[in-house]
């Protein structure tokens, strides 16, 4: 029997999030009769629970300083170091931001690694226009196979110069938390504090500017004059939630939002919502929006590349289609529409919980991602 192939998974992200989320269930789930998995992390704190729930598991983890620039000549050393007393056969790096991992990648093709694998989970984010360095091109062509996770995705990166048969397409994928029960919504409900007659619109991520915390704010207000009743549940924190209490009580929003801040049981309070709202700028493939699918969540979105394969508008929930120069006025009137929809129209939203359940199974479970990604690297590895 063949030993196991020694792969190493690396980020070097600061704050965790769903690409760190994916990069663990890839560490954690995958073949260990074939593959010998040792994971390197940024040494953030904010990575420090990461670190553990993963040495617990059973697999290797070690710290090293991020490069942010390739002027940090010790974190570039530490990193290069690294890689020469554990050389991988495999070079697995997981790209959360279009520029991460670029010195990694750089320094492992000086080294004469060739088999690199990336997960290119925002390829092209809108946030980041400026030119191209170096290093990011040395990386791109360091890169022996690109995991996109949507064709969105795989589209963007071969508009960027990446030959179209080195991109595959695996989905984002988690481990199946069981079939939607009345049990589960009923100790959701009870975790919100929040009684079952009343509706629930969730939003559950980062506050940060990615996210349109802003455009939230717009949506409940007109939520709570169309259906005064709802509540809207924000589940997270981040650098603009203390800006956004405070505008949300400037605009008479108390009683209609209720702030619970991060939460470890976040996606199992996903149950006892009726909608989750997400009206962010880009995304890249949210797993909020996979847990929600999960137990048979409607999801109210803008149709934006990504979001578009994963909910199945009309039918797992809908997608607010609007021009790029739309007023936010009309955005926000639009997504409050659709969420009240399917607040009134319970027949509808049952067919949706349905449906949205059935999608997941097919398509979006962990065996399915890690099934997809060990095929790419056994290809890789022929």
């Known amino acids: 029997m063949a030993s196991p192939v020694n792969v190493t998974l690396w980020s070097d992200a600061s704050t965790w999030g769903g690409g760190e989320r994916y990069l663990e269930t890839l560490a954690t789930g995958v073949d260990r009769s074939k593959f010998r998995m040792r994971v390197v992390l940024s040494t953030s704190k904010e990575l420090d629970a990461s670190a553990s729930r993963l040495a617990s598991a059973g697999t290797a983890v070690v710290r090293v300083p991020a490069a942010p620039t390739m002027s940090s000549v010790w974190a570039l050393a530490r990193i290069a170091t690294e890689l020469v007393a554990h050389r991988p056969t495999l070079l697995h790096a997981n790209l959360t931001d279009p520029r991460a991992c670029n010195a990694v990648l750089a320094i492992a093709s000086q080294l004469g690694i060739r088999r690199i694998v990336t997960t290119e989970h925002l390829p092209d984010s809108p946030f980041d226009h400026k030119p191209t360095p170096w290093r990011h091109k040395a990386a791109r062509k360091a ?25 595959r397409v695996v989905a984002n994928g988690l481990a199946d938390p069981g079939a939607p029960s009345d049990g589960a919504r009923r100790t959701a409900r009870a975790a919100l504090g929040i009684t079952d007659g009343v509706p629930v619109v969730g939003w559950v991520g980062r506050l940060e500017p990615q996210k349109d915390p802003d455009l939230l704010l717009d949506v409940a207000k007109l939520v709570s004059m169309m259906a005064p009743t709802a509540r809207i549940v924000v589940v997270g924190d981040g650098s603009e939630s203390p800006r956004l209490r405070k505008i949300a009580h400037e605009m008479g929003l108390d009683a209609a939002i209720v702030w619970l801040g991060w ?55 809908w997608l607010v289609k609007t021009p790029p120069d739309a007023p936010r006025a009309t955005i926000a009137a639009l997504l409050a529409a659709a969420v009240c929809k399917v607040l009134r129209d319970r027949p509808s939203a049952e067919a949706m919980k349905i449906a949205a359940r059935r999608r997941f199974l097919e398509r979006f479970t962990d065996t399915h991602m890690l099934a997809a990604t060990q095929a790419v690297w056994t290809d890789l590895l022929a």
């Open 143 to 167: 890169t022996a196979r690109a995991i996109a996770l949507t064709d969105a995705g795989r589209k963007a990166l071969i508009a960027q110069g990446m030959s179209p048969a080195a991109v």
């Open 263 to 317: 939460r470890k049981d976040a996606a199992a309070l996903l149950s006892g919502m009726d909608a989750l709202l997400l009206p962010s700028k880009y995304e890249g493939m949210p797993m909020v929006v996979i847990e929600a699918m999960a137990v048979g969540l409607p999801v109210v979105a803008r149709r934006i590349p990504g979001l578009d394969e994963l909910v199945d508008d009309g039918a797992t929930g």
